[in-house]
DNA sequence: TAGGTGATGGAATACGTTTTCCGACAGAGG
DNA sequence: CCTCTGTCGGAAAACGTATTCCATCACCTA
């Protein structure tokens, strides 16, 4: 910068001045020369000296897993939203491990980042999440902000998706076509949101009619795998009326579709077949799922509104999801 | 640092030496006094403050689109072999839009980071690419480090793919298998990396035996949609004895499957049909893609070493490509 | 015309770290 | 016992920017 004011032919301070976000006026005529002399220099103010006074203008993102669909979505949103009010993003995984949450954490922290943005289907659940909460506490002191995406038990800012909600909407409607007989593909019973839309299902399928004792549930890996494995259970052991197969996600509800399909089991002719997330694959299927589509985009960009909000009380987001009906689902008779 | 170095009871220059890598040996006693206080206040080094001093740390990574999952998988390894040094990694993505790409590499060089890379399908086919290049060469200039990753015609590190080396394996596999007519669905005529994939397999078929009136060359939309159309239109327009059909990846292959379906063409019954790419919808269809897979884990990987070595001369990385045979091909009689 | 007031450029300082230079101290060798 | 050498702690400078404080200048009003 010295070099563009002197360019210029002003002070190092004018040239700030002009350069930086303006915090006083500038004649024109300075203004211009300086500006003049900036594009000529190709020069960029060094980000690392500018943080090093008032807020540093960089967003810290920790999420899972970039390479599952569902976050690189949000991640990439919340690239959009930071980007288009100049801050800068930087991003580190975690694989849903706890131990490695903490070490990114604490690495990050280094950054001085102005927010955390923290993404994660299991945040919560954990032995370390004492020691996770410390850390996140001890980043709030020094003035950083944490919003966490798919959690809502912690006291930080969030952003949370009404999976119970929406599962609910699903399960009525699975109901109200005339299903009598549900097998819900619950996934695996420890994981959170898995666990919200099974008793979501569930409310959904009794509040529509269906009787207690017809709504079965198995649980499975989240994952295609799982899915198919499960399904390959419900055929050997006979789908004893069943109407409709309700799963916990759209890979579970892939991998029970494939199960089916290698079982002779007709969708929707058979068993109507429902997922939740409405990835890419849903549609890419024959038939195409129906499921619960999930603003994603929607929650990144909320997260990040949330982390660049002005300070005031904890606020929690809930995103709706919604119903997508597609060519998996069929009406029954009664 | 101030206040560690107080609680330690040593001078700031002391919990310098102990707490960033240690330029200079600090006797045992104070090292540990040293570390206890940072533990015990819960300090971790600015990371601006000490980017003002030496190299930054950073990486910026600026590629098209996180949620493509090649890109996503790319990404996602770079930012684990980057954490794996220590380094930081800031993401911003651009949309493939030239204008952008220089937007936001203006932008990013504000961070002084490390090295830049830039991931994308399509640097260099562009009227712009002169500024960009201006503009890289700038960076380059200040003392960063610029790794292209998929395109190899840019005086810049750069790793890049064997796009027709693979290719041509296709083509020999798919005319040793004995099939003798072939249509290549080959996407855009402008777009690198398919008109390098086109010219593999029409390598790989002359090599394997198939005559060049048998081969046969169709554009489309490099998308499933852009597929789908061109496979109805082979089907519309007869396949007059086609017994292979090669698309340029597996996105146009999945288009021009179900265009088949429709059409009552089984595969690989009637005709064998292979992508490239190896996305995880290849195994996700029936009958499971036969393809190409590209190692981009690898290559992500490849480019951070490369954006983090050694000065030295300008390296250009090439990956090999895989053959996946699976379902969707099969042996001809001759 | 003189004094006051508002605008604006310039010098200096602070931000938190690394590193160089200097000085002190201890141990060893003559 | 003195001196030389090696080790290591402490003071200070430097990195690049934003901002505070001060000085100057022009303009307006009485």
Chains 1, 2 share one sequence.
Do not use: K, W
Request: proline letters at 3%.
């Amino acid at each position: 910068m010295h070099d563009v004011a002197a360019a210029a032919g002003v002070s190092l301070a004018t040239a700030s001045r002009v350069l930086g976000a303006g915090s006083r006026t500038v004649a024109p005529e300075y203004r211009e020369r300086v500006l003049a002399a900036a594009e000529r220099l190709r020069y960029t103010a060094d980000a690392a000296a500018r943080a090093m006074r008032g807020t540093s203008g960089s967003l810290a993102l920790v999420a899972d897993d970039l390479t599952t669909p569902s976050m690189a979505i949000m991640v990439s949103a919340m690239e959009l939203a930071a980007r288009s009010t100049g801050a800068f993003v930087t991003v580190s995984t975690t694989h849903g491990d706890p131990g490695r949450q903490l070490e990114t954490i604490r690495h990050v922290r280094a950054l001085r980042p102005r927010a955390l943005v923290l993404t994660s289907g299991r945040v919560a659940a954990d032995a370390l999440s004492g020691r996770l909460l410390e850390e996140l506490r001890a980043y709030e002191r020094d003035g950083g902000r944490v919003v966490v995406v798919g959690d809502t038990d912690l006291p930080f800012h969030s952003v949370g998706f009404d999976n119970r909600g929406a599962a609910r909407r699903l399960g009525e409607f699975v109901a109200e076509t005339g299903h009598r007989r549900v097998t819900i593909v619950a996934g695996a019973r420890e994981q959170a949101a898995p666990a919200a839309r099974t008793a979501g299902f569930v409310d959904g399928l009794r509040a529509g009619g269906v009787a207690e004792a017809d709504v079965r549930i198995v649980h499975c890996a989240v994952s295609r795998e799982g899915g198919l494995e499960a399904g390959r259970r419900l055929v050997a052991d006979g789908l004893e009326g069943t109407d409709a197969v309700v799963a916990a996600n759209d890979l579970i509800a892939v991998g029970v579709l494939r199960a089916f399909r290698e079982g002779g089991v007709a969708v929707p002719g058979d068993v109507s077949l429902t997922g939740f997330d409405d990835i890419r694959l849903a549609v890419n299927v024959t038939p195409r799922l129906t499921t619960v589509a999930l603003p994603l985009a929607y929650a990144g960009a909320e997260a990040i509104r949330l982390a660049l909000g002005e300070p005031g009380a904890v606020t929690h987001v809930i995103v709706e999801g919604r119903l997508v009906v597609r060519d998996s689902t069929s009406e029954r008779a009664g």
